[in-house]
Nanobody, 129 residues
Framework: QVQLVESGGGLAQPGGSLTLSCAASGFNLEYYTMCWFRQAPGKEREGVLCIKGSTGTTYYADSVKGRFTISKNNAKNTVYLQMNSLKPEDTAVYYC??????????????????????WGKGSLVTVSS
């Protein structure tokens, strides 16, 4: 019933842009913090950006600050990751994840994956010239 499906990955050149989409079903986005994570070959999973369902507050990794933007469209049950000024080190499988905010909500620790209830299968982004 609950499903997260990423799309939009592919090949981009350094300095280029790419937008990922995460289509959610089976739950209300307004009560979930939505996050993007990534994992490069041989590296640990890294939290990229999260957006709270209740307030729209965002949390971000220093590595993508000023370059990536997270947004969502509740009517479409879709969250987006706009990636600009791409670097080769951005190459990774990008995962969409959702965590129910509960009575207190989630915080920056969501970037570590804490509180995430559902995960997508990932979408590969390759940044290379």
């Amino acid at each position: 019933q609950v499903q997260l499906v990423e799309s939009g990955g592919g090949l981009a050149q350094p300095g280029g842009s790419l937008t990922l989409s995460c289509a959610a079903s089976g739950f209300n986005l307004e009560y979930y913090t939505m996050c993007w994570f990534r994992q490069a070959p041989g590296k640990e999973r890294e939290g990229v950006l999260c957006i709270k369902g209740s307030t729209g507050t965002t949390y971000y990794a220093d590595s993508v600050k000023g370059r990536f933007t997270i947004s969502k469209n509740n009517a479409k049950n879709t969250v987006y990751l706009q990636m600009n000024s791409l670097k080769p080190e951005d190459t990774a499988v990008y995962y969409c994840a959702a965590g129910h905010e509960g009575p207190y909500g989630l915080g920056p620790w969501a970037l570590n994956g804490y509180g995430m209830d559902y995960w997508g299968k990932g979408s590969l982004v390759t940044v290379s010239s």
